[in-house]
């Protein structure tokens, strides 16, 4: 038997993307995005609505990053998703977050969040609310990389939204191989 819970916009795992944004002034803007993803290869979509400041931002400056929320700076996070900044121009510094300028794009990289897409914008559309941008970069702090150089989840324990209970959560377990269990149903 199943449930019906009508139309939602539910999708799991969902996750924490912080946005970030320079404004005309050059005061960086931090902005939580929970319904963002891969569009394309090396593109990202993400959803802003039109009357935030990271959309005009984002137009006026041509490029944005996405971090991913992690662990250790839920709180954080949720704040840059509560506060506007159109009534709190410095949300970003009363986060705490430290930042500094990306080498790749016109950019905030916020220094706490481990691991950043620096992204030039391609398109935003008003009417849809969405965001594409190219991703040029991807960088990770070294703190989060495994023996490999690789990025570790359980080193950097990205957050993940809960949109049914409201709560921020982190990935657990590994329970297979992508790409390579399936071939046991092949033959």
Not at 22 to 40: C, K
Not at 173 to 185: S, T
Request: aromatic content about 8%.
């Amino acid at each position: 038997m199943r449930k019906d819970f009508g139309a939602q916009s539910w999708m799991f795992p969902m996750p924490v993307l912080i946005v970030g944004t320079y404004d005309e002034a050059g005061v960086p803007d931090a902005m939580n995005a929970a319904w963002g993803g891969i569009h394309n290869t090396n593109q990202v979509a993400i959803c802003i609505d039109h009357h935030h400041k990271t959309a005009a931002n984002l137009l006026a400056s041509g490029a944005f990053t996405v971090s991913f929320g992690d662990a250790e700076h839920v709180l954080e996070s949720d704040f840059v998703g509560i506060v506007s900044a159109n009534q709190v121009p410095d949300k970003v510094s009363r986060a705490g977050f430290r930042v500094r300028r990306s080498e790749k794009v016109n950019a905030p990289v916020f220094e706490d969040l481990p691991v950043v897409l620096e992204c030039r914008l391609v398109a935003y559309s008003p009417e849809t609310e969405c965001a594409i941008g190219d991703i040029v970069n991807v960088s990770a702090d070294e703190r989060v990389l495994d023996e490999n150089g690789q990025i570790s989840l359980e080193k950097f324990a990205p957050l993940c939204f809960d949109p049914v209970s409201h709560t921020y959560r982190r990935p657990g377990e590994v329970v297979g191989r992508a790409f390579c269990d399936g071939k046991k149903l092949k033959d």
